[in-house]
């Protein structure tokens, strides 16, 4: 047994689940989070006033292919089936999404099979786009005009903030139409929710003898001296105090309000109408449809460029952004004793099963590290 401490930065689902594979391995672990509860931005908690399990950071499913993630999560909660189908609202009438057969025939007010609905949707894509460019080129070329402008421009320009004319095509990278009536979201072999939300998950996880942690607690490098090493799951450009100015993210703003009844009848409605300044409403208690409230939480959901002091959701990483981020990453591998992980760390969105994937994969390579007396990597998972 060591008696060695290591410090993590975070207690969302990285340093929680780092934390805990340490912990078992007999080093004294130590995790500090500058916020009030643990589980970073898969926090839950239930609404004193109608018992509604609120994600308060907005709507997070569990999805995930990899069978030592699943029985990894399940080892610490019981997951309920959840399957993801979302609802859009586009020029005055309710689709289904993602595009599919059901949103194609009805936004058309035709009865196609799908292989006349996919003849059909070659007739409407622009040919005339040889080499798609731009987002916008990318989805004229695939789904033609019609549904390029209900389902793609708006929901995409509030999303990111400007004209789909200024992202690169590589964003839709595939026919992002479906020609059977299938609306699961996810195609993955493992969904669900945890039955209790994801702070009590993660609560299980951080339950171990061997791990402390402090809430509103900020890291400084100054006062991390005596660590063995140091994981860190906050932003990389924050851990040097923005020197080399701020990687671009986009923040939500959430505007929550209560009804009495059911809303709108389903989770997660969006809304394709660049008139209507919101992209989506999130009706909480429908993320639960194992349990019954009558009355109900929901957000609405502004997205906007994340400021100082706003919290950083989706990384851009454009062209510019790049470029900054590969001067983070240059100055990051001069540090010594410091292992930068998770979404934050390293400047990617990351889905819950691949971030748990990469916390699992980073504590083995500690332990091996160390067991052979070899250095521990800047980063597992290159950010570029
Ligand atoms: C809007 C939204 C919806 C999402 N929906 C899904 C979904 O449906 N399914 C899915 O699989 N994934 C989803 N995700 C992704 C999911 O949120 C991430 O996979 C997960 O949060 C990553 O965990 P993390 O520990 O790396 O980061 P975080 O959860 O962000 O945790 C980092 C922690 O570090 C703390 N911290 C930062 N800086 C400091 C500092 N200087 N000092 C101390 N503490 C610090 C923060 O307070 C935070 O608690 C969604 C993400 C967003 C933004």
């Known amino acids: 047994m060591t008696q060695e401490t290591i410090l ?56 995930t292919d990899d069978q030592e993630v699943w029985d990894y999560v399940n080892g610490f909660t019981t997951f309920m089936p959840y399957k993801n189908r979302v609802k859009t609202t586009s020029g005055g009438q309710v689709y289904s999404l993602p595009v599919n057969l ?5 936004f058309f007010g035709k009865t196609l099979r799908p292989d006349e609905a ?32 209900a389902f793609f421009k708006g929901y995409t320009q509030k999303q990111w903030g400007c004209s789909p004319t200024a992202l690169p095509a590589s964003i839709l990278k595939r026919l992002p139409v479906r020609f059977n009536y299938e609306d699961n979201y996810f195609f993955h072999k493992y969904q669900g929710m945890p039955a209790n939300g994801y ?43 923005y020197e080399l ?3 671009g993210y986009r923040t939500l703003d959430f505007e929550r309000f209560t009804y009495d009844g059911d809303y709108q009848g389903c989770a997660v409605m969006n809304y394709g109408d660049v008139s209507v300044p919101y992209t989506r409403i999130t009706e909480h208690k429908h993320f639960s449809p194992w349990e019954e409230h009558r009355g109900s939480v929901c957000y609405r959901e502004f997205s906007r460029a994340c400021e100082p002091g706003d919290i950083p959701y989706y990384p851009i990483r454009l062209v510019e952004e790049k470029a900054q981020l590969a001067d983070y990453v240059a100055r990051a591998e001069q540090e010594a004793g410091v292992t930068f992980v998770g979404r934050l760390g390293t400047y990617r969105y990351l889905d819950m099963d691949v971030t748990i994937r990469e916390a699992l994969d980073t504590a083995r390579l500690y332990l091996a590290r160390r067991a052979e007396n070899a250095a521990m990597p800047t980063f597992l998972n290159p950010p570029l």
């Open 245 to 247: 100015g701020r990687l």
């Open 8 to 63: 993590i930065v975070g207690a969302g689902l990285s340093g929680a689940v780092i934390g805990r594979e340490l912990a078992q391995k007999g080093y004294r672990i130590e995790i500090v989070d500058s916020r009030a509860h643990i589980a970073g931005n898969c926090h839950t908690e239930r609404d004193a006033a109608t018992g509604v399990m609120v994600h308060v950071y907005g709507p997070h499913i569990f999805h």
């Open 118 to 149: 996919r003849t059909f949707l070659e007739s409407e894509a622009d040919t005339s786009i040889a080499d798609p460019q731009t987002f916008e080129e990318q989805a004229l070329r695939f789904v033609g005009k019609g549904l390029y402008e």
């Open 199 to 241: 702070t009590e998950m993660i609560a299980g996880i951080l339950d171990h003898p061997n791990i402390t942690v402090r809430l509103t607690t900020d890291f400084r490098r100054e006062a991390a001296d005596g660590y063995s090493h140091i994981f860190y799951s906050g932003p990389l450009d924050g851990y040097f105090d």
């Open 102 to 106: 059901h949103t194609i025939n009805q």
